[in-house]
């Protein structure tokens, strides 16, 4: 689950006298749905804006003359410091005849020191002496270096990572080590039914676009073929990292102790020296799904117990916001008579979620997941029905601006009452909306996020998307017989069909069903946010994270809402006693 949304978990007890509803405020660590900003940023100095956030915490942002673009906290209570760096390169700007380049550099530039600190993984070896850790991640379109640390070595750690981007060490030697060490996490990988999806999915993209790749690499992609086709790895290497690793290509943004004036002279003393090679942006107009990879149904053999139906649009940017804010909640929304508990009534589903993912800049999708029952699986084709009838309701329902003001409400007590989490995670959602965006831009969404107007005719044409023929239907299960593909890499066995004639005119048929209606008002949203005094301590045996208790009082057959900011384990199998359930009537 992701983007913040929220899923409803259901408890209905014979020994308790209400009816719980517990809205868990999932995925309140993933801080990207806060800093979707639409504005370009430019290139300058900053405000030099100071933003206040929480009680002792202050932010600033600026651009050094190298162009580097830095956000810096100063938060004298927090109990870690950490940065993280940026690079707008990925797996998608790597050679096609060296698949997983992106990823070895990752590697090198991570594990084998720097011209300054030679020592081999000493970066880690420093870090793990003040208590912290470090890693880096390749994505299709940028690379992440982070770390994290007890306070008062953070200058020491930016120093080490300034000189490890700046002048890695990328001999020979090093390079064809970290080729055995990327190619063996594959081995990790390859089990995991949701690393095989996300091969699958980039292996039947458009052939010869960018991202169909292999992002992970591995001996033979990296060593063994270039060597064929008479390539140096090591020049390769080498001129990749000239290309792209760039200052003006790059983002910063530390978290410290100390004052903004000592972190920014910190900052900008040791990375100024970042060299500028002007390198471009890049942007990838055509998208990695056409015509002959939407309409299509992708049966992927499951290695684990993975029973999953995913459908795939692909969406417009200027769109997102509004599946993000309206379409997607209104399609997993819980209540009565709706689309989820239809599936999980016939038996068909246990579990529902909508997200709008970045695959990559600019292209984004609307991903409709229905975790399913054995039944499910075997009936999935009518799960797909069900979903197109509910979406031909939406087109004949007008959109409802309660029901968006209603999911900007939760969205707003979300972010006021989402819980700290560590330095890197705030870091890490910092840099990466850099990217797109200046550092007063970052910093402004992120403390205050901007209300989105309602537009209903931006709903309706945003709607014209969800069609079977601008979708791809996946089906993941361990029970798929006489799949006929296989996938190189990861060996993983599918199917990819374009639909049949008569599944498609099931999906296009403009009726919707009798059982399934447009969500009513969720009752259950709760107005007093009042911390409960004098609750029981049997409450907190079984607690471990946050959520809101809300319950319904039968006797009266109406609502009564109570809220407390709690924490949660065991409730919802019933091992909190009625006597001591203050939520219950």
Not at 213 to 232: A, Q
Not at 287 to 303: Q, Y
Not at 314 to 319: E, H, K, L
Not at 417 to 424: H, P, Q, R, S, W
Request: proline fraction near 5%.
């Amino acid at each position: 689950m992701k983007e913040g949304y929220f899923h409803l978990v259901y408890y209905q007890g014979s020994t308790m006298q209400g009816k719980i509803i517990i809205w868990t405020l999932l995925d309140l660590v993933l801080y990207t749905s806060l800093l979707q900003i639409n504005a370009s940023a430019e290139l300058g100095i900053g405000t030099n804006k100071i933003y206040e956030g929480k009680p002792g915490q202050a932010y600033k942002g600026l651009v050094l003359e190298n162009g580097l673009k830095v956000i810096l906290v100063s938060d004298p209570n927090t109990t870690s410091e950490a940065a993280s760096l940026h690079v707008a390169v990925g797996s998608m700007n790597e050679p096609r005849e060296l698949q997983g380049l992106a990823h070895l550099l990752e590697h090198v530039i991570l594990l084998r020191g720097s011209t300054k600190y030679p020592e081999l993984q000493g970066f880690g070896k420093y870090l793990h002496l003040h208590g912290g850790f470090r890693d880096a991640t390749t994505r299709p379109d940028n690379t992440e270096y982070y770390f994290s640390l007890n306070p008062n070595a953070l200058e020491g750690a930016l120093d080490r990572l300034f000189n490890m981007v700046h002048s890695p060490i990328l001999s020979e030697s090093s390079i064809t080590a970290e080729i055995d060490l990327v190619s063996s996490e594959n081995t990790k990988y390859m089990p995991r039914d949701d690393s095989r999806l996300g091969r699958i999915n980039m292996h039947t993209s458009r052939v010869g676009h960018p991202f169909n790749t292999f992002t992970t690499g591995s001996r033979d992609t990296l060593w063994n073929k270039p060597r064929e086709l008479g390539l140096d790895v090591r020049n390769e290497t080498e001129q990749f990292y000239k290309k792209f690793y760039s200052a003006n290509l790059m983002t910063l943004a530390v978290i410290g102790k100390d004052n903004l004036t000592i972190l920014e002279e910190i900052v900008t003393r040791i990375f100024t020296p970042l060299k500028n090679r002007n390198a471009t942006l890049s942007k990838w107009e055509q998208p990695p799904f056409g015509p002959s990879e939407l309409g299509v149904k992708i049966e992927m053999v499951a290695m684990g117990e993975m029973k999953r139906l995913i459908m795939l649009f692909p969406i417009p940017d200027q769109d997102k916001d509004v599946f993000k804010n309206y379409i997607a909640p209104v399609m997993t929304q819980g209540g009565n008579h709706s689309l989820f508990s239809f599936l999980k009534l016939e038996g068909f589903a246990t579990l529902s979620s909508a997200l709008v993912d970045e695959k990559f800049r600019g292209c984004f999708s609307l991903e409709v997941t229905h975790d399913l029952t054995d039944l499910g699986v075997l009936r999935h084709e009518e799960v797909v029905v069900q979903f197109f009838q509910f979406v031909n309701l939406l087109r004949n329902y007008p959109p409802q601006k309660w029901f968006w003001d209603e999911a900007e409400e939760v969205r707003n007590y979300t972010r006021k009452y989402k819980t700290d989490v560590e330095a890197y995670v705030v870091a890490s959602s910092l840099g990466k909306s850099m990217i797109e965006n200046s550092p007063d831009e970052v910093i402004s969404e992120y403390l205050n996020p901007k209300r989105i107007p309602f537009n209903s005719t931006q709903i309706i044409n945003s709607l014209e998307w969800i069609r079977p023929e601008n979708m791809r239907l996946y089906l993941v299960s361990n029970s798929i017989k006489n799949a006929s593909r296989t996938e190189p890499h990861y060996q993983v066995k599918y199917n990819f069909e374009p639909f049949d004639s008569e599944f498609l005119m099931a999906m296009k048929t403009n009726k919707s069903h009798p059982n399934i209606t447009f969500p009513s008002s969720n009752v259950f949203i709760p107005k007093d946010f009042t911390i409960k005094q004098n609750i029981s301590e049997d409450i907190y045996k079984y607690t471990n994270f946050s959520s809101i208790w809300i319950y319904a009082n039968n006797e009266t057959n109406s609502p009564k809402i109570e809220v407390t900011i709690g924490l949660y384990s065991n409730a919802i199998e019933g091992r909190i006693s009625q006597k001591n359930c203050f939520y219950c009537p």
